[in-house]
């Protein structure tokens, strides 16, 4: 017999930051099934070229990324959001002070246990 799912309630100040790298920084909530994660970048900060089996969809709350993506590069702006299909290889560059929140289904494992070495280098 399985338990009955909880619900979850949390404030983002209570929600831990994780510092990546200098210029990246990282806060998430995590349900059963889905992430939620806020993304701070400043200016200049660069998110390699990476893929996941998760899909991802980004929303950004303040600034702007530039993606390269599917052979294009996309500026994703304040108000703006960028589906991500899995498999599908992507970097980003903060073109300004950026916030984003990225919404990861299944969870991100590799964040979760901490073997996200792609971001925790350079800058």
Known sequence: MSTPAKSKHVAWKNVEREQLNPLIGREMVV????????????????????????EQVTYILEGALKFAIAGKEIVVRAGEVLCIPPHMPH??????????????????????????DYLRHGR
Do not use: C, Q, S, Y
Request: net charge negative.
């Open 31 to 54: 349900g059963d099934r889905i992430m939620l994660a806020r993304v701070l970048l400043k200016k200049g900060a660069h998110v390699p070229l990476h893929h996941h089996h998760n």
């Open 91 to 116: 970097e980003a560059w903060a073109i300004e002070d950026t916030v984003d929140l990225d919404v990861f289904d299944p969870p991100r494992e590799d964040w979760l246990n901490k073997t996200d």
